[in-house]
C-alpha cells in the first residue's frame, strides 16, 4: 500500500516550520541552541522513521555529529554554534530534497482534482444531503469520475500520484458543497 502523501507532505512541512525558531535561537547565540537542534535533528529523524523513509538515517549521522564534537579552539561556544548552524543548514537542505517530490505530487494531484470537481459541478449530478455521510458522497462522486469514460484517464492519472484515501482528503478540502 503507498504512503499517504498529505500525512508526509504535513508532517514534513511541520518540521520545515520550526527551522525559523532554530535559526533565532542561533542569531541570539542562545546556549540551548545547539541542544534544541539535536533534539529537532531526532524528531526529525523519528518522523521519517515513522513514515519508514529510509532518509531517517542523515539525520541520526547529523546529530551523532553534533552530540560528538569537541571544539579545538579557545572559543568553544563559537565553534559549536558554527558546526550547529552547519548541521542545520544540511538538514534543511535535505529535508527540503525529501519534502520536493512529495509536495509536487500533491500539487499536481490537487489540480486534477479541482479540475474533476469542475467537471461534477457542470453535470448536475450530485446533490449533497446534510443528513447523508460526507465520506459516502464523496466515495459516490470518485466512484462516478473512475467509471466515466471521459474522467476515467484524469482518475487513474491522480491515483498514479496519490493513493485513494489522500483523494478523499483532498476532495473533501475542495469541494465547494454550495455549487453542487
Known amino acids: 500500500m503507498r504512503k499517504s502523501i498529505t ?4 508532517q514534513l512541512k511541520t518540521q520545515l516550520n520550526e527551522i525559523h525558531e532554530l535559526v533565532n535561537q542561533i542569531e541570539k547565540k542562545n546556549t540551548q541552541s545547539t541542544k534544541n537542534i539535536r533534539n529537532w ?3 526529525t529523524e523519528e518522523v521519517l522513521k515513522s513514515l519508514n523513509l529510509p532518509e531517517s538515517s542523515k539525520f541520526a ?3 551523532a555529529t553534533l552530540s560528538s564534537f569537541i571544539p579545538s579552539s579557545r572559543n568553544k561556544k563559537k565553534e559549536v554554534l558554527q558546526l550547529a548552524a552547519s548541521t542545520l543548514t544540511e538538514a534543511q537542505h535535505d529535508l527540503w530534497e525529501i519534502y520536493t517530490p512529495y509536495a509536487t505530487a500533491l500539487e499536481n494531484s490537487t489540480k486534477l482534482i479541482e479540475q474533476l470537481l469542475v467537471v461534477i459541478y457542470q453535470t448536475k449530478q ?3 444531503d446534510a443528513n447523508q455521510d460526507f465520506t459516502k458522497f464523496l466515495e459516490q462522486i470518485w466512484s462516478f469520475c473512475c467509471n466515466h469514460e471521459q474522467l476515467k484517464g484524469i482518475s487513474i492519472q491522480i491515483l498514479s500520484m496519490v493513493n485513494q484515501s ?3 482528503i483532498i ?3 475542495k469541494i465547494a458543497i454550495e455549487s453542487l
Open 61 to 63: 549521522v547529523k546529530r
Open 41 to 43: 535533528l531526532l524528531t
Open 126 to 128: 450530485f446533490k449533497y
Open 166 to 168: 489522500d483523494v478523499f
Open 171 to 173: 476532495m473533501g478540502e
Open 7 to 10: 500525512k508526509i507532505t504535513s
